[in-house]
């Protein structure tokens, strides 16, 4: 079972800021089969990015995926207040999906 | 809008049974594989189960495998998870999610709790 690694587990910013995502995964993932989610407190995940790169239908265009192999980042540029909630990385591959541990947005 | 909800989440002693429900619409059912995932207490999310459109194939968790059963009825739009044999570790908010084609999850509902307790 390929395991997802998120980095770092808390990060503290401010809006405005540049926020990085890391996911790092135990073997390659195809690009095709890594997304990312967003979940605020008391509400279900939200897709945000699916194959590695391509923005879900709504989603900003400040938020950004890039990577391939076993390394993938979630980028957004420009931090709104909004913005500050938990994120996963998921992944598939041998008909199971996996989800990293997530990386928790703050507010600095 | 896509829109699904679960429902039949209650508390169960250990080794037990129960069956999850969820009700879709705004988009043609029967057209997509469909999901469960759960989430622990404070806890990340896990991937439970799948089946495809027709019902054909499914796929478990380790975690639940042996244990869930997971069906659809296409004719009433509708999700199930049957669970048998309860654990405390399969406490969580269970999720039905929309299969976005392309092995992600693109539509959630609000999720319904299964708390296993004696």
Redesign the interface.
Known sequence: EIVLTQSPGTLSLSPGERATLSCRATQSVSSSFLAWYQQKPGQAPRLLIYGASSRATGIPDRFSGSGSGTDFTLTISRLEPEDFAVYYCQQYGSSRYTFGQGTKLEIK | EVQLVESGGVVVQPGGSLRLSCAASEFTFDDYTM?WVRQAPGK????VS?ISWDGGST?Y??SVKGRFTISRDNSKNSLYLRMNSLRNEDTALY?CAKD?G??????????TLVTVSS
């Open positions: 999901h990340g999310l896990e991937w799948l796929y968790a380790d999720y976005g392309t092995y992600h999850f693109d539509y959630w509902g609000q999720g």
